[in-house]
């Protein structure tokens, strides 16, 4: 099992065509990713050339929007490689497809165009899980990858991970690699996000395969409060934690957009604080959270 993504989805990329679509949707073959087709308007009915996980060779239809992308091929995730500047219209399209998941790696994108995605996917009832912007994306090991996260950094196992950080993830993943992982999703630190911390956790309480479950926030804004709130009435799991930004001065943005504090609302301290009370364990270093990992799973 997983979390909203399986080696059954079949993927779409949209900017199929560009720098970043083109290497990363080889890499995405490559980690066994069903991808189907992409999208570009101004090179719809062209073709790009991609090589299987096999090695074989792969031709893959370029189609003029979503919606013919999703009917010609069965596509139910699309994954989109644009620039911030037409990230929205990119988003919307798909949204306006009922594509059922939607992932957006851009980073960059206006906090008013992401508060029009999100009022879009509303408006069409929520049909279009959205994961992001400015994430690494979903990857369930050893079946797909719809992002940016090293395929060859783990396998399978029983650990679920939802992260802001790209880099965080990966680190997490690479110390817990002799473990494995059921789904590791990177949600994004922007001020607006589609998917959750709180989404993630219900999925992984809900999923069988996930024994365990890592949840990396940083300063910002109060997720992580409301994710303790969450975990402590809904999630059975254990669930180990680690905060970024410990050392960060207060009042000053960093990285993230939505890596702001004001007073002591947002500050590592406070949502170690509020995790630690829903019966979290929290760890100072990625390295002691993972630590604090192999205790649990030593202990199920």
């Avoid at 851009?106 to 029009?116: L, N």
């Avoid at 109060?222 to 930004?245: C, H, L, M």
Wanted: overall charge negative; charged content about 20%.
């Amino acid at each position: 099992m997983s979390i909203f993504l399986t080696k059954d989805s079949k993927v779409i990329v949209q900017g199929i065509t560009g720098g970043e679509g083109t290497k990363h949707t080889a890499l995405m073959l490559k980690a066994g990713t069903q991808i189907v087709g992409g999208v570009n308007a101004r090179k719809a009915g062209t073709t790009v050339e991609h090589s299987a996980k096999d090695g074989s060779a792969l031709e893959l239809p370029v189609f003029g929007s979503v919606a013919e992308a999703m009917s010609s091929t069965g596509a139910d995730v699309s994954i989109a490689f644009v620039p911030p500047a037409f990230a929205k219209d990119a988003a919307i399209e798909a949204i306006e497809a009922g594509i059922p998941l939607l992932v957006i790696i851009t980073e960059g994108i206006p906090v008013q165009d992401s508060a029009d995605i999100w009022a879009t996917a509303q408006a069409h009832n929520n049909v279009t899980r959205i994961i992001g912007p400015n994430c690494p994306g979903i990857i369930t090991p050893e079946e797909s990858l719809a992002g940016i996260t090293p395929a060859t950094i783990t396998g399978k196992g029983p650990i679920g991970l939802v992260s802001k950080s790209g880099t965080l993830t990966y680190q997490m993943m690479f110390e817990l690699r002799d473990l494995g992982f059921s789904t590791a999703i990177g949600i994004g630190g922007d001020p607006i996000i589609g998917t959750t911390h709180i989404d993630a956790l219900a999925a992984f309480e809900a999923d069988p395969e996930t024994k365990a479950i890592v949840m990396i926030g940083e300063i910002g804004g109060d997720a992580e409060e409301r994710a303790a709130d969450f975990i402590k009435a809904n999630v059975t799991k254990p669930v180990v934690g680690y905060v970024a930004g410990f050392t960060a001065p207060e009042g000053k943005t960093m990285g993230h957009a939505g890596a702001i504090v004001s007073g002591s609302a947002g500050t590592a301290q406070a949502k170690k604080e509020a995790l630690e009370a829903a019966g979290v364990k929290v760890g100072k270093t990625p390295s002691e959270t993972a630590s604090l990992m192999r205790e649990v799973i030593a202990a199920l």
